[in-house]
């Protein structure tokens, strides 16, 4: 059974910076991808960041490029979302969430994804 765990979450002023992890397990081989999602209150999920695993190459969102990073730790299997220069349009719950094995996705919508973590909380105050 896979399960993704996401920590990290919290609330910091404007122009600050947390680190999101998300430590999955469960997997036999590493999915395609896996990737960032939030959703603020009223709105639609969005994803944010992507990565894929074969290369990790990167993908972001325009909302967030130039801000955020996505990386994965191999060896820890780990997927980390660093975000700088935080602004207040960045609160909302952030999710971690990876398609099943041997599946292809994008990882930047979420009816491309079949694990979800429970999501952390990200509060940024201007």
């Known amino acids: 059974q896979v399960q993704l765990v996401e920590s990290g979450g919290g609330s910091v002023q404007a122009g600050g910076s947390l680190r999101l992890s998300c430590v999955a397990s469960g997997y036999t081989s590493n999915p395609n991808c896996m990737g960032w999602f939030r959703q603020a209150p009223g709105k639609e999920r969005e994803g944010v960041a992507a990565?894929?695993?074969?290369?990790?190459?990167?993908y972001y969102s325009d909302s967030v490029k130039g801000r955020f990073t996505i990386s994965l730790d191999d060896a820890k299997n780990t997927l980390y979302l660093q975000m700088n220069s935080l602004k207040p349009e960045d609160t909302a719950m952030y999710y971690c969430a990876a398609p099943r094995q041997n599946y292809y996705s994008t990882c930047r919508k979420s009816d491309g994804m079949d694990y979800w973590g429970k999501g952390t909380l990200v509060t940024i105050s201007s």
């Open positions: 990565l894929y695993t074969v290369d990790h190459s990167t």
